[in-house]
T-cell receptor, first 114, second 112 residues
């Protein structure tokens, strides 16, 4: 498939646990974005990468959230000591890092913290 | 953070009717994007606009980049049941690296 893929599609965890969410961007896209979406809301920006480096992480809500992209392709969003308020759909998008601002989204990972 | 004002918040229409929704911003944008999101899916890009005054069509969808660069409109003609979903506008201005600013969405329901 040529689109953005995300795994898992659903994740249920208990409060206090650690989770990792994975994103595979479109091949050739050097920019990668993580968003969080709550019910009835638009996507909320978390972080974006240009290549391997985080170009802007101003949207990460606190230090329990961290993301990496070690080889400039696949990215992992990591959440430590999960809280019930972290429950949301986590969306990943990718784009070229020059020219157009068109971002292409994956299907998301629905995280439920019990 | 900054958000776009998107209206209406929701619409319920009859199949075959035309639909219009819009987004406004307090600041100037150089890009407007319109997305559609179905339940359980990520947003799908419908139309991208890059120039003030630009009018772009994608099938039954038409979007315009306002000449003030502070607004954009999306029209859907002759709606069909599969148009149901949430439509989001997103904009970019030069001071935001590659971050997009998002509206809260317009929820569209179509009665067959």
């Amino acid at each position: 498939g040529a689109g953005v893929s995300q795994t898992p599609s659903n994740k249920v965890t208990e409060k206090g646990k650690y989770v990792e969410l994975r994103c595979d961007p479109i091949s050739g896209h050097t920019a990668l974005y993580w968003y969080r979406q709550s019910l009835g809301q638009g996507p909320e920006f978390l972080i974006y990468f240009q290549g391997t480096g985080a170009a802007d992480d101003s949207g990460l809500p606190n230090d329990r959230f961290f993301a990496v992209r070690p080889e400039g392709s696949v990215s992992t969003l990591k959440i430590q000591r999960t809280e019930r308020g972290d429950s949301a759909v986590y969306l990943c998008a990718s784009s070229f890092d020059r020219g157009t601002h068109e971002q292409f989204f994956g299907p998301g990972t629905r995280l439920t913290v019990l | 953070g900054q958000q776009l004002n998107q209206s209406p918040q929701s619409m319920f229409i009859q199949e075959g009717e035309d639909v219009s929704m819009n987004c406004t911003s307090s600041s100037i944008f150089n890009t407007w994007l319109w997305y559609k999101q179905d339940p359980g899916e990520g947003p799908v890009l419908l139309i991208a606009l890059y120039k003030a005054g630009e009018l772009t069509s994608n099938g039954r969808l038409t979007a315009q980049f306002g000449i003030t660069r502070k607004d954009s409109f999306l029209n859907i003609s002759a709606s069909i049941p599969s148009d149901v979903g949430i439509y989001f506008c997103a904009g970019h201005n030069a001071g935001n690296n590659r971050k997009l600013i998002w509206g809260l969405g317009t929820s569209l329901a179509v009665n067959p």
